[in-house]
């Protein structure tokens, strides 16, 4: 019998790096978590405080961290403390208990062991375990026990890393997988993907095989750090960390654990001599040079009188040397090629040292990924999945060898001396040419089993745009795409670099209005970019500003602004779904949104003083009219002044979507946040459908703003310059102050006065123009477009 399964309480049980941010990762959904560990052994009976130090320690060694385990401080009221001994009971009355102590096989026994006594039947119990095999730890415990009990191996950091894997026993009850695999999507987040109990599971068994034959290889053909990182690194799709500033982050010290495991536990793996520890490897864990948390690894940061220099490790000499920029003929031909697919293929084929790398190095992955299936997966979408959340690539092993083309890929290993498995070879014989294809908007795999494509489990509730854009485009410039979602919603795309908004954008942004008021019922304005936009097109606004051509720079300015309004006052709902970076520009386009579905990892912020400029396309009215909105009597009025011009005047960004609301980017009561990332679009449209089934009317423009005129003036001037009698703020800070204050105090109005959109929007728009016309504000554009630094002139 189903029995309808919802989580409100989970116990952690251990506290360490893993547990407490696992914690802190569930206290961001609001759960109610009670996060327990030993007792030191120096513990003063009756005395609370001394019985849990160790967990309040951990806890508030997490909290403090950066980047920070939890959206906001005040969720972290959502976690109570306790030890094993005395509050062990106390787990009868939560619904998910989560094992997360040290990697030792009996520890974990005896945890489970007085799990077993307090626990209620039915309650989910799992482990956190990278390593250690699942069957082994329910050895000894319960039927139910068992039936309730399988892995859930986070990554970490738990908050940022998005993959986990799911993996059971042939005792777990079906119905508790399929539960574990939907609330890790769509509650926490996460990549869920069921995986094998076999040794590493998925992301580590392919992703410490990818980093191993990397440091083999690296040895081998005389291939220096800051080379492989710079081959290894977005160039590919992968993170800026690439593959040896990774290993510092983690540590050597885990990933020679994880390989030594994976050379003892996978004697059959074709490739176990890869496992193997390379000689200058093991004098690092000798010489303790384990990376980041003992200080120096593959990097080592050296503070000097000009700031902190960086070295590197020669591997042949073991002794670090300045590092090196370095560069690849292959890797300067591919800059101005932006799609990642049609760049895989240029680097592949390239004759210079990175091509070598690239086909020694991918065509052995293609190889080893495909010989484990199905060892440690049924599916390949699993494995591709599994490397995109836990390793932050942008295409996986199958989606990198569909980049390149499979047939004509298995010819090139076999010349390299690479064979994929068998399966391969049957699927591209039956005519099936890729491990996936588009269909009817849905992402479908090549199943092997059934040698069908199939839909990949879990995606039906998914709108993505990758999906769609091919089929529903209906509209498109350079900067832009406006797409059909369907119900009669449109969604509109930026894919210029970083998203920057220009000309091109604010064309889409109009046009895809124009045909919502025409023909549809609503848009929504989002995209699948690494980040949702940084801002407006700074180039652009240098490029008049040098040229002193300040009145199309006026006019530019003021096509901004009312595309702003524009969106809040049309006829049809606007929804905007922002997620990573909304900065500038992109941060004005949520505040005129009819509403904002926002992704929970979303760092926004009106930035424009780092480059000498206040914001203005609307952001400093919209603050404004906002403040407006909150104004109290009396003293309140000018500390909600405050607020808002230090949020503007100290280029806040929000560490999360939680945070933003706190910052008064997103507004309470009307804005809301999604966890799951391929979640934010449909619910976006869910939003603009519910706003037009209401009956969404046109706003008439506000004429009833309250600005405090010469009171907040007047504080917003003494302030900058006790700021500056500090040393706090420099000379030109204090003139941008200066006009932040005037235009969010409407001006030097002698007494509190309402006052329209417009008025604000012409005095905002002034000041920017006046700001792009000092010296100094160029030289602050000049210092970001140039090495992308904020420059304090």
């Known amino acids: 019998m189903n029995v309808k399964r919802t989580i409100k309480k989970v116990a952690v049980l251990g506290s360490g790096v893993m547990g407490s941010r696992i914690a802190c990762h569930f206290a961001n959904i609001g759960i109610e978590v009670l996060l327990l560990d030993m007792m030191p052994k120096d513990a003063v009976a009756n005395d609370p405080k001394s019985k849990n130090k160790l ?41 998910w208990i989560i094992e997360v102590v040290v990697e030792r096989l009996d520890i974990k026994q005896k945890v489970f062991e007085q799990v077993e006594k307090y626990r209620k039947p039915g309650t989910l119990i799992t482990s956190n375990t990278s390593g250690i095999p699942i069957h082994l730890m329910a050895e000894g415990r319960s039927e139910d026990f068992k039936k309730h009990f399988c892995g859930t191996h986070f990554f970490n950091p738990p908050r940022y890393l998005k993959l986990l894997e799911i993996i059971p026993t042939p005792d777990t009850l079906p119905e508790v997988v399929d539960f574990l695999l939907h609330f890790g999507e769509k509650f926490l987040g996460k990549t869920t993907v069921l995986a094998k109990d076999t040794p590493a599971f998925i992301g580590n068994r392919i992703g410490v095989f990818s980093i191993m034959s990397i440091l083999h290889f690296a040895d081998k053909n005389g291939y220096t750090i800051d080379e492989i990182d710079k081959l290894t690194g977005p160039v590919i799709g992968h993170p800026k960390s690439a ?12 990933m020679v654990h994880v390989a030594n495991g994976l050379s003892q536990n996978a004697p059959n793996d074709e490739a176990k001599e890869l496992f193997q520890i390379p000689e200058f490897v093991t004098k690092m864990a000798a010489n303790n040079w384990l990376g980041s948390k003992t200080g120096q690894g593959f990097y080592r940061k050296e503070k000097g009188s000009g700031g902190n220099q960086f070295f590197t490790l020669n591997l042949k000499t073991l002794e670090y040397e300045p590092s090196q920029k370095v560069k690849f003929p292959s890797l300067e031909t591919t800059k101005t090629i932006d799609n990642l697919k049609d760049r895989m293929k240029v680097l592949f084929a390239a004759k210079d040292r990175a091509g070598e790398f690239y086909r020694s190095i991918f065509y052995q992955l293609f190889a080893y990924s495909s010989n484990r299936i199905p060892e440690i997966a049924d599916e390949l979408y699993k494995i591709d999945a599994a490397m995109n959340a836990g390793f932050g690539w942008e295409m996986g092993p199958f989606e990198k060898w569909d980049a390149l083309g499979v047939e004509e890929t298995i010819k090139a290993m076999e010349a390299q001396g690479y064979k994929p498995a068998q399966w391969v070879y049957d699927m591209v014989q039956i005519g099936a040419t890729s491990f996936y294809k588009i269909q009817d908007g849905k992402r479908l795999y090549f199943d092997i089993n059934t040698k069908t494509y199939q839909l990949i489990p879990g995606t039906e509730d998914f709108i993505l745009l990758d999906n769609i854009r091919e089929t529903n485009t209906i509209w498109k410039n350079s900067g832009t795409t406006i797409t059909d979602i369907g119900d009669g919603i449109l969604n509109l795309e930026f894919h210029t670099k970083m998203n920057t908004i220009g000309s091109e954008v604010i064309e889409g942004i109009n046009k895809a209005i124009t045909l919502a008021e025409q023909s549809y019922r609503g848009l929504v304005i989002s995209n699948e970019g690494t980040n949702f936009s940084a801002g407006a097109n700074v180039g652009m606004i240098f490029m008049f500003a040098v040229e002193q051509e300040f009145d199309e720079l006026n006019m530019v300015i003021k096509a901004f602004q009312n595309t702003m309004m524009r969106i809040r006052y049309s006829s049809i709902p606007v929804v905007v779904a922002p997620h990573q970076m909304a900065l500038g520009g992109g941060c004005e386009l949520c505040l005129h949104a009819d509403k904002v579905v926002a992704h929970a990892e979303l760092y926004m912020g009106l930035v424009e003083f780092g480059v000498g400029l206040i914001p203005g396309g609307g952001g400093t009215k919209e603050f404004a009219l906002r403040l407006s909105d909150d104004l109290q009597d009396g003293d309140v009025e000018l500390n909600n002044f405050r607020d808002r011009f230090l949020t503007i005047g100290q280029a ?30 449909s619910e976006a449209k869910k939003q603009c459908l519910l706003l037009a089934d209401e009956g969404y009317v046109q706003p008439l423009q506000r004429k009833n703003i309250k600005v405090l005129g010469k009171q907040a003036l007047g504080l917003g001037y003494v302030g900058a310059n006790t700021m500056f009698s500090g040393n706090y703020i420099s000379e030109h800070d204090v003139k941008i102050s200066q006009k932040l204050a005037y235009v969010l105090a409407g001006g030097d109005l002698s007494q509190p006065t309402l006052v329209s959109e417009d008025y604000l929007l012409t005095l905002e728009r002034e000041a920017f123009v006046s700001l792009c016309a000092e010296r100094k504000t160029l030289e602050r554009i000049q210092s970001i477009l140039t090495g992308g630094k904020v420059l304090r002139n």
Do not use: C, H, Q, W
């Open 243 to 254: 593959t040896f500033r990774t290993s510092d982050v983690v540590g050597l010290d885990t």
């Open 55 to 95: 967990v309040n320690e951990a806890l508030t060694s997490a909290l403090k961290s950066n980047p920070s385990p939890i959206y906001s401080k005040n969720f972290a009221k959502n976690i109570s403390t306790g030890n094993f001994d005395d509050d062990m009971p106390k787990i009868s009355n939560y619904d």
């Open 652 to 681: 806040k960004v929000s560490t999360s979507a939680e945070e933003a609301f706190e910052l008064g980017y997103l507004k309470k009561g009307r804005d809301l946040v999604v966890i799951s990332r391929n979640r934010l679009l």
